[in-house]
Nanobody, 122 residues
Framework: QVQLVESGGGLVQAGGSLRLSCTAS????????LAWFRQAPGKEREFVAA????????KYADSVKGRLTISRDNAKNTVYLQMNSLKPEDTAVYYC???????????????WGQGTQVTVSS
């Protein structure tokens, strides 16, 4: 069992930056591939970014390429999502997810966090 806890969400103006963190506990962190997803009000959950157990490859949704960066620190059991040049359409609850193999943009991750709210004002 892996427990995932997201943090770092909040309210930011368009063009601003936030860094989300997701800390894992329960199992060896480096055994898991990780990803970020998001769900906006009234919309389905969508893929944002994924990273393998060793940090590469990574994969991004087209809508976030060049603005959001996923990274991981296995020594700190933490995965990050650096969010720059934020837009109002980035407003959503952001979830981290873990799986024992690299799934890329698939939604079939075994473990999920509770989410953190990101709101981008125009």
């Amino acid at each position: 069992q892996v427990q995932l806890v997201e943090s770092g969400g909040g309210l930011v103006q368009a063009g601003g930056s936030l860094r989300l963190s997701c800390t894992a506990s329960g199992r060896t962190f480096s055994n898991y591939a990780l990803a970020w997803f998001r769900q906006a009000p009234g919309k389905e959950r969508e893929f944002v970014a994924a990273i393998s157990k060793i940090g590469f490859p990574t994969k991004y949704a087209d809508s976030v390429k060049g603005r959001l960066t996923i990274s991981r620190d296995n020594a700190k059991n933490t995965v990050y999502l650096q969010m720059n040049s934020l837009k109002p359409e980035d407003t959503a609850v952001y979830y981290c997810a873990a799986h024992d193999s690299y799934l890329g943009s698939s939604q079939n991750y075994k473990y999920w966090g509770q989410g953190t709210q990101v709101t981008v004002s125009s």
